[in-house]
């Protein structure tokens, strides 16, 4: 039996399916402006016999499609307890939300924190700085050089105005360099105060599309001295949860939870 | 088909135009909200009702009051007492606004990090969306947060008719003292925008239909306790909302009669939801009118809000009035004390209002606590830490909520919302 599923992100659509409960399939596709048909186009590629929804469009799959859902927090969850048993915290920074979630020892939720309601300290943030100074998203954790860098800071929470003091800072003539860590430690300080809220247990897991970027990874080791993990797909997790979800349903509502044939014309 | 108020409206000096925008939004949301829910009381058909006619058949009703010289006070705070403007045949109707109206011109007199209440009583004002506040006779604010109580000074350049009572910000017995005098003032005030004097027997009536109207809340409240609940979360803060600008006594009526028909649901163990629903509290800021959307969230997320820890709810009822009094000053001084058993956040310290959380968490049997300010709202937003303490120490799980009147982060509390349900239900698979 095949069992996928989908996670409809901000900037990007990842979907898995599984076979003997082990993924055989990860996609991902950038959302771009029509999600559905995006998701319908990734399923079609694989089809699964049952399948849950995630993320933020998930809403799309429940109304257009009779696709269960479930949050990207609980998803996230599932899929980092799946890869990493030992897992009670983790940090996901995705394209418009960042968020942290701490987690018993069966892997279940039991706290979570998320940003305010701006882009500040998410993917989309560090994008458009990126792209302000002239660097790839991709690689931009790569350009961060920490020395001299302590002097300048990013104070503001909002990105527009952080923008403008990233071109404040241009203007001075300061290094690109320098200003690629103070961005990235301004994210990183943000996520450490959310996270500071719930409360830090080990093992501390990063997940979304940030937790490639590794000069991030490194200022939260150096933060809570203690090894971060990260998955080699590490945007696939929250997709991986959902599937591992459908292949499980069981819980209290059980009946609202079983996932229908799935039917995707609209 | 509904009767067309558009000379009324326009000798209130409203922007027709914007108006009719507003009144076309109005109605879609609340038939997207309100009227697509299933198993709806029959009872909530007097508030629909209330709703279609929301700038209509109550606005002519007060209108046709003044013309018998009563007049209208219109107030922001659940502090100002309502039995003594009854006492001299005022109207009393609460002004706080629930919908991101006239921000930008709110924001030519007030900053723009200004909660989106303050702004939108400044807002439906300025751009003459409001009838009632056209209406009133006398606006009376009150010293509870630093927002309002500046807003009230620039208001008053605007209307030329804010009076302001002084609440204190201990509930020690010099607190006790301040407020017992700015009652009798208050008392002094409306005697003399009136020309009527207060005696005994009408403090007594007017005593009476006020506490009517809390008992009749009270009742709703209770039935709420049951599992499954007989009424949704949408429809009870509905009647709440409503409960600040009808006239009392027909309210009382309509609310005890939808109790009837709801004690009748619960005996034949009838619900909107099935049992063992997730059941929410929500605690905080007020939701004015028609501030319905983290409601609407909950409810549409599969739980069910079971009681209102705020203004627009138990706050308002929570406390009856001791109508147990022989002379006037005994009246007056007991209906100030009674007033300052409301717990709002801008007393210090506020312990009863956690008190109170607790009490109606086991009552209402709650799953969850959904902690609620609006942004800006500083003494909401801090009190919600000891809100967050107290659902620890009950072992309730506890959602802090930050948000506005605007639709922007739906997206983003459907996702911490249902996050929540999600640990209340324990779903996880381990």
Redo the contacts between chains.
């Keep these: 039996m095949k069992i996928g599923g989908i996670d409809i992100g901000s900037r990007y659509i990842k979907y898995v399916v599984l076979e003997n409960n082990k993924p055989v399939v990860f996609y991902k596709k950038d959302t771009g402006h029509d999600p559905f048909q995006v998701c319908r186009e990734l399923i079609e590629m694989n089809k699964p016999d049952k399948l849950v929804a995630t993320g933020y469009g998930r809403h799309l799959l429940e109304i257009h499609g009779s696709v269960n859902t479930i949050t990207e927090i609980k998803a996230v969850a599932i899929g980092s307890k799946e890869v990493f048993p030992s897992c009670r915290t983790i940090i996901d920074i995705g394209g418009q939300d960042t968020k942290v979630i701490a987690t018993n020892k069966d892997g279940m939720v039991t706290n979570f924190e998320m940003n305010d309601r701006c882009a500040a300290g998410t993917g989309k943030f560090l994008e458009i700085m990126a792209k302000t100074l002239g660097f790839k998203v991709e690689s931009f954790g790569y350009q961060c050089n920490c020395e001299g860098s302590d002097d300048i800071k990013i104070n503001s929470m909002c990105t527009v105005f952080a923008e403008s003091e990233v071109i404040g800072l241009i203007a001075k003539g300061i290094k690109r360099e320098l200003i690629a860590t103070a961005i990235h430690n301004s994210i990183a300080s943000r996520v450490i105060a959310l996270l500071k809220r719930i409360g830090v247990n080990d093992d501390i897991i990063f997940t979304g599309g940030c937790a490639r970027n590794t000069y991030l990874q490194r200022v939260f080791e150096n933060c809570f001295r203690t090894k971060i993990h990260v998955h080699d797909n590490p945007d696939m997790l929250a997709a991986l949860g959902a599937a591992l979800y459908a292949g499980h349903a069981v819980s209290p509502f059980s009946s609202l939870f079983v996932p229908p044939a799935i039917n995707l014309t609209r | 088909m509904q009767k067309d108020y558009t000379s009324l409206w326009e000798r209130l000096g409203l922007n027709l135009e914007n108006h009719a925008g507003l009144l076309g939004v109005l109605s879609d949301a609340y038939k997207n909200i309100y009227q697509s829910q299933r198993g709806r009381p029959k009872g909530m058909e007097y508030f629909d009702f209330v709703i279609s006619e929301i700038h209509g058949l109550r606005v002519e009703e007060i209108f046709e009051a003044k013309k018998e010289k009563r007049k209208v006070v219109g107030t922001f705070c659940l502090y100002v007492p309502e039995e003594i403007v009854l006492a001299v045949d005022g109207v009393c109707i609460g002004l706080c606004a629930g919908a991101e109206v006239g921000a930008d011109e709110a924001e030519k007199f007030i900053p723009r990090n200004t909660c989106a209440l303050i702004k939108a009583f400044m807002g439906f004002k300025l751009a003459g969306l409001c009838p009632y506040v056209e209406l009133t006779d006398l606006l009376v604010g009150e010293t509870t947060c630093d927002g309002k109580k500046k807003a009230y000074e620039i208001f008053n350049e605007i209307t030329k008719k804010v009076y302001v009572m002084e609440i204190p910000n201990k509930k020690g017995e010099d607190g006790k003292i301040l407020w017992r005098n700015e009652v009798r003032r208050f008392a002094e005030k409306l005697e003399e925008l009136t020309g009527k004097k207060i005696d005994l027997e009408k403090l007594k009536a007017s005593s009476k239909i006020v506490n009517d109207k809390r008992k009749a809340l009270q009742r709703l409240s209770f039935l709420r306790s049951n599992d499954p609940a007989p009424i949704s979360g949408l429809d009870a803060l509905l009647v709440n909302q409503v409960s600040f600008y009808d006239d009392p006594i027909r309210f009382t009526t309509k609310v005890n009669k939808l109790c009837d028909e709801l004690n009748a649901r619960v005996k034949a163990g009838i619900g909107v939801a099935e049992k063992?629903s997730p059941r929410v509290l929500i605690s905080g800021s007020p939701m004015a009118i028609p501030n319905w959307k983290v409601h609407a969230i909950v409810e549409g997320s599969?739980a069910m809000v079971v009681g209102e820890e705020s203004c627009v709810g138990e706050k308002n009822f929570g406390t009856l009035l001791d109508e147990d009094f022989s002379s006037l000053e005994e009246g007056m001084q007991k209906i100030a004390d009674r007033y300052m058993t409301i717990n709002c956040a801008c007393f210090t310290p506020n312990d009863e209002r956690l008190l109170n959380i607790i009490d109606l968490a086991k009552r209402l049997k709650v799953d969850g606590i959904i902690h609620y300010a609006i942004q800006f709202c500083t003494p909401y937003l801090i009190e919600a830490f000891k809100v967050k303490k107290v659902a620890e120490t009950m072992a309730i799980p506890f959602l802090r909520i930050?948000?506005d009147y605007s639709m922007?982060?739906i997206?983003?509390l459907?996702?911490?919302i249902?996050?929540f349900l999600?640990?209340i239900?324990?779903?996880?698979?381990?």
Excluded: L, N, P
């Design positions: 063992g599969g930050e948000t922007e982060d997206g983003q459907k996702t911490r249902g996050a999600e640990i239900e324990k779903g996880v698979i381990a």
